[in-house]
């Protein structure tokens, strides 16, 4: 039987498109400039040592004429081989340092020897959506950011291009789904937390198969369950409507063939899970969250006034990182 790679309608892009990625100049963009502080590989000291890379470090890159900035976390345990990566999307209105703080993903993700990456979005927020706004006038923008993200990340810190998963809280997670579903070659899964597929003019549609995770919590007051068709009106910077939690993971499911979906009820949370065709171990997952608001399960972090509760039931770190694990 093929793999579930095999079913993937164009190859993986290693070699491909993310090949392309790693030849200098980039399309599209310039040079890499400003990489973290160190590479990630050991080297001599003169004193006969070693030394290691710096476990954090702030970088930037030179895309589409615009410098771009993300946060990076290496993991401590040592190797030489290649590493996973998480790159992880923040929410509307925060920025790198916020998600690292809501979530702590780079201790869970270090731990399992994952590098995890956050970026920053251009006015604290991401084209999650394919419309066009006055302050995202092009709405693909953020997505060739994150390609070219990922080839630096291959090429300087030995991230693995077979390994690479996206992630995100809020706008955050909507455009973890867009990457996803735009660019199921370049991502072995996604997770959104909080976040959905973009609707009506800026909709996205999944082109093929990829693990995905939808964890949104049942009582959430800024982005429901059940979606936002009609969002209000914002005068900064349109809010996009949205698919229900329910339809953007049905969406993924149909783009990877998937079978009938199987619901159970956890402690604290209802899982729904779709397996993919081709690969028994390969799934489509929703997890209903009760009794959460607009936030990220599990964590310690105190949510903006309006937001709702966090639920302790599950720990999204964990549930994200061992979907990764498991794609």
């Known amino acids: 039987m093929r793999s579930f790679r095999d079913l ?13 990625l790693l030849a200098l100049p980039l399309a599209g963009c310039a040079t890499d400039t400003g990489r973290p502080a160190a590479p990630a590989a050991k080297s001599a000291t003169p004193a006969g040592g070693t030394a290691t890379a710096a476990p954090d470090a702030r970088g930037h890159l030179r895309v589409d004429g615009r410098t771009r900035a993300y946060l990076l976390h290496r993991p ?41 990456v956050y970026p920053e979005g251009l006015d604290r927020g991401w084209g999650a959506g394919t419309r066009k706004t006055p302050r995202r006038p092009d709405p693909d923008l953020d997505v060739r950011f994150t390609e070219a993200l990922i080839g630096h990340l291959v090429r300087t810190e030995h991230a693995d291009p077979e390994r690479v998963h996206v992630a995100g ?37 999944p082109t093929g198969p990829v693990p995905v995770l939808v964890v949104h919590g049942a009582d959430d007051p800024v982005r429901p369950l059940a979606g936002l068709p009609s969002p209000p009106p914002d005068p900064e910077e349109p809010i996009l409507p949205t698919r229900s939690s329910r339809d953007s993971a049905e969406a993924f499911a149909a783009a990877g063939r998937a079978g009938r979906p199987v619901t159970e009820r956890g402690r604290g949370f209802d899982r729904t899970v779709w397996r993919l065709g081709g690969d028994p171990a390969a799934t489509v997952e929703l997890l209903v969250v009760h009794d959460a608001g607009h936030t990220w399960p599990g964590s310690s972090l105190t949510p903006p006034q309006g937001f709702g509760r966090t639920s302790s ?5 964990d549930t994200v990182l061992d979907f990764f694990a498991a794609a």
């Open 8 to 20: 993937v309608p164009f190859p993986r892009r290693w070699p491909g498109a993310l090949a392309l």
């Open 76 to 116: 401590a345990a040592e190797g030489d081989g290649p590493r996973p990566l998480v790159v992880a999307f923040h929410g509307r209105g925060s920025d790198a340092a916020g998600l690292r703080e809501q979530t702590r993903l780079e201790k869970a993700a270090g731990a399992r020897g994952m590098l995890v």
């Open 169 to 205: 809280f809020s706008n955050g997670g909507s455009m973890a789904l867009r990457v996803a579903a735009q660019r199921p070659g370049l991502v072995a899964g996604a997770a959104s937390v909080s976040g959905q597929l973009p609707s009506g003019a800026a909709a996205v549609e």
């Open 313 to 317: 039931a599950l720990d999204a770190t």
